[in-house]
């Protein structure tokens, strides 16, 4: 795949930056379409640095619209495609199911569909092409406090969201096995870092502790999320795109375990610090609340896989992760401010229909 036209869907959202610039910037020969809607989590401030490069195009429309879908790839005639659109909160999933059905399940058939009728005629699968799809490890479900996730684990999903990645995953590989789509599919574990969007953990206490908020922390915060630098999953995806078998799936992860608690405490202290306050004031701020409905105790991946077979592995201590995750949310104060309000949503729709 030497000149690659590859659609990126979701690139203006919180992975999809990360994934988008490292392709804009990594391979000039490349032409990188930004193929996403600009939902409340798609922002195009998060690709300011990039935006002006000749390799790198945005494209705004909705997965859900099939005609569009087929007229785009008509109009492009990708070479390949990487996934990661999607509706991505817990939270939302469980109080409005049916947005995750339509963006994350029809979605991805839309997709399947428009690469399926662009590579594949007569039956004859065009060579050098490539469906990549984005997962997640909460497919697999939650695990008790031994164990990890890997490759053969069965899928329970147990919340909307990841039911909905779930059903997009087993489409994925049913399009591959009926139809001979190339694809390739990983699953990851929680990611952090810069640029997203604060209704997570990470970023949300973040913007809470510098405001002097409360910190909510679900139930007893003895939930265990494995966590992996962004830039690191960037990578692996790159990893995964270039040299990953068609057909099979990767399990990607940090080998970083950690229950949000103990999490939550250790950002404090690094706020404390880094805002020169005594230790022990972001800490105070820790508000036990509700537990969320379904709250699945742990996830853990093994990506022995991954690391085995093509190489990649985590390059970051989460401590470390973590320090570069808050300087970047104190020094871009202006993005914090922009997303909270909402108001990037308003200028760049207006700046985008009006070409
Ligand atoms: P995100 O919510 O930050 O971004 C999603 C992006 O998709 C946004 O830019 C949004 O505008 C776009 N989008 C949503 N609906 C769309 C539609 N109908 N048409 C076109 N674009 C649409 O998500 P994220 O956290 O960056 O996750 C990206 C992918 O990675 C998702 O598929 C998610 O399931 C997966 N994943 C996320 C994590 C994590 O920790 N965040 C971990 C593993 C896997
Ligand atoms: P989240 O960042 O929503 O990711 P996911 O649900 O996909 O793992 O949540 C991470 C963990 O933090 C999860 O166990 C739920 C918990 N949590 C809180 O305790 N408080 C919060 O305000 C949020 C958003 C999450």
């Not at 109009?75 to 963006?103: K, Q, W």
């Not at 489409?171 to 591959?176: E, G, N, P, R, S």
């Not at 973040?206 to 690191?232: A, F, S, T």
């Not at 078998?245 to 202290?269: A, P």
């Amino acid at each position: 795949m030497s000149k690659s036209t590859i659609i990126i869907t979701g690139g203006a959202g919180f992975i999809g930056s990360h994934v988008v610039r490292r392709f804009v910037n990594n391979y000039p020969d490349y032409k990188i379409y930004n193929f996403d809607n600009l939902t409340y989590a798609g922002n195009l401030a998060n690709l300011k640095d990039i935006e002006l490069k000749s390799n790198y195009h945005f494209i705004k429309g909705d997965i859900t619209d099939a005609a569009f879908v087929n007229k785009l790839f008509a109009d492009i005639n990708p070479d390949a495609v990487i996934h990661l659109a999607a509706e991505s909160h817990v939270d939302r999933s469980i109080t409005n199911p049916l947005e995750f059905i339509m963006t994350n399940i029809v979605g991805t058939v839309n997709l399947l569909n428009a690469a399926r009728h662009t590579w594949i005629k007569d039956k004859k699968v065009s060579s050098g092409k490539r469906f990549y799809h984005i997962s997640t490890d909460e497919v697999y479900g939650s695990l008790g406090n031994t164990g990890f996730f890997t490759e053969n684990t069965s899928y329970d999903p147990r919340s909307p969201y990841s039911a909905s990645k779930a059903s997009s995953d087993h489409l994925v590989m049913a399009y591959h096995h009926t139809y001979h789509l190339p694809v390739v599919l990983s699953n990851c574990s929680n990611n952090y870092g810069s640029h997203h969007f604060p209704e997570k953990l990470i970023p949300l206490a973040i913007n809470n502790i510098k405001n002097m908020k409360p910190v909510p922390v679900y139930g007893k915060g003895e939930n265990v999320r494995d966590w992996l630098y962004v830039e690191d999953h960037a990578r692996a995806i790159d990893v995964i795109f270039h040299k990953g078998k068609e057909g099979e799936k990767y399990n990607v992860g940090g080998n970083n375990e950690w229950k949000n608690i103990d999490l939550i405490r250790l950002l404090c202290s690094v706020m404390d610090k880094k805002l020169n306050r005594k230790e022990g004031t972001s800490a105070s701020l820790i508000t036990f609340v509700t537990d969320r409905p379904g709250h699945d105790l742990r996830y853990a991946i093994d990506s022995t896989k991954l690391q085995n077979e093509l190489g990649w592995k985590p390059s970051l201590q989460f401590e470390e992760g973590l320090e570069k995750t808050v300087d970047w949310y104190l020094a871009n104060d202006a993005w914090l401010q922009q997303v909270t309000s909402g108001e990037y949503m308003t200028y760049y729709q207006h700046q985008y229909d009006a070409r």
